[in-house]
């Protein structure tokens, strides 16, 4: 069994950073594609980051490419979202996720309980 906990969240400005940390205990924690997925009020999950399992593969959303950077350190089981120049539009409830798919949400079996990011204006 897979279990993935995040933290890191919190309230920060407009302009400040943050890094998101998700730490994995399970058999699968190296070989999957790991991804960070946000969901604001009355709005749908939406991935904003994805890497794979080697680590040089990397997805953004439009809304992040060039302010979050995901990494993974597969010593540490643990992948990270460093988010910088923050918005308020960033704000969400931010999950990490993993499985053995890429693109769709369904692909991401494994989920995390989530972790608050609020960006005040």
């Known amino acids: 069994q897979v279990q993935l906990v995040e933290s890191g969240g919190g309230l920060v400005q407009a302009g400040d950073s943050l890094r998101l940390s998700c730490k994995c205990t399970?058999?699968?924690?190296?070989?999957?594609?790991m991804a960070w997925f946000r969901q604001a009020a009355k709005a749908e999950r939406e991935r904003v980051a994805a890497?794979?399992?080697?680590?040089?593969?990397?997805y953004y959303s439009h809304s992040v490419k060039d302010r979050f950077t995901i990494s993974r350190d597969d010593a540490k089981n643990t992948t990270y979202l460093q988010m910088n120049s923050l918005k308020p539009e960033d704000t969400a409830v931010y999950y990490c996720?993993?499985?053995?798919?890429?693109?769709?949400?369904?692909?991401?079996?494994?989920w995390g309980q989530g972790t608050q990011v609020t960006v005040s204006s």
């Open positions: 890497i794979d399992w080697i680590g040089g593969g990397t």
């Open positions: 996720a993993t499985g053995l798919g890429w693109s769709r949400i369904n692909d991401y079996v494994y």
């Open positions: 399970g058999p699968t924690c190296s070989t999957y594609a």
